[in-house]
């Protein structure tokens, strides 16, 4: 297994435009994370998944972020309507399970800049 | 509400001294864990460890060791003997069982840099 795989690894886009992230995770992890990682900054929780349930989302997630994990194994995050503050690294992560002795392997990231 | 705080933005030493990075958390729960993650210059976060609330035996693995102390809130980080590879930015982070053990909360992080 090659890790949690993020794509693409870089977005420019215009004010305006939709742009949709995929997270591939490690095959046998059923939970599935999005953060936000502005600069300077600790990475901040967005949302999550069990298999392929959404259990919790942030009150960052506003109304223009959906994400979704259709078959509980991908993942995409979709903004809609990008503003200059989305200017982000947006972060997935997965792990097995919450009681296992060990954190989140988080991939590399897509950097999203918003011009 | 749960906070994670690490005082120290910035900090650099000389290959092979010793570094201590401090982490302080806030959390009303009795039952939580706190994480270490490394962030080098790649991007990639990468796990150091979990220690749960009930377990205050301080750890040690390789030139890397940890002091937890609920008496004070405290999970402060050493690395003994730095090297040019530690340099990155490390987060001290925070979950716990009230607000939801997948929520997890990350501090702003402490940039190292270890000067050859």
């Known amino acids: 297994d090659t890790g949690v795989s993020q794509d693409p690894r870089h977005k420019i886009t215009k004010r305006g435009q939709n742009v949709t992230f995929r997270c591939d995770p490690i095959s046998e992890h059923n939970r599935l994370y999005w953060y936000r990682q502005t600069l300077g900054q600790g990475p901040e929780f967005l949302t999550y998944f069990q298999n392929e349930a959404q259990l919790e989302k942030s009150r960052l997630l506003s109304d223009r972020f959906s994400a979704e994990r259709p078959k509980g194994s991908f993942s995409t995050l979709e903004i809609q309507r990008t503003e200059q503050g989305d200017s982000a690294m947006y972060l997935c992560?997965?792990?097995?399970?919450?009681?296992?002795?060990?954190?989140?392997?988080f991939g590399s990231g897509t950097r999203l800049t918003v011009v | 509400a749960q906070k994670v705080t690490q005082a120290q933005t910035e900090i650099s030493v000389v290959e092979k001294e010793d570094v201590t990075l401090d982490c302080v958390y806030e959390t009303r729960d009795t039952t939580y864990y706190l994480f270490w993650y490394k962030q080098p210059p790649s991007g990639e976060l990468v796990f150091l460890i979990r220690?749960?609330?009930?377990?205050?035996q301080n750890e040690i693995s390789g030139r890397y060791s940890w002091n937890f102390q609920k008496s004070t809130s405290s999970f402060n980080f050493t690395i003994t003997a730095s090297q040019v590879v530690d340099s990155a930015v490390y987060f001290c982070?925070?979950?716990?069982?009230?607000?939801?053990?997948?929520?997890?909360?990350f501090g702003p992080g402490t940039s190292l840099s270890v000067i050859p």
């Open positions: 992560a997965s792990s097995l399970d919450i009681a296992a002795p060990y954190g989140y392997t």
């Open positions: 982070a925070l979950s716990e069982r009230e607000t939801s053990y997948d929520k997890v909360i």
């Open positions: 220690r749960n609330s009930f377990d205050e």
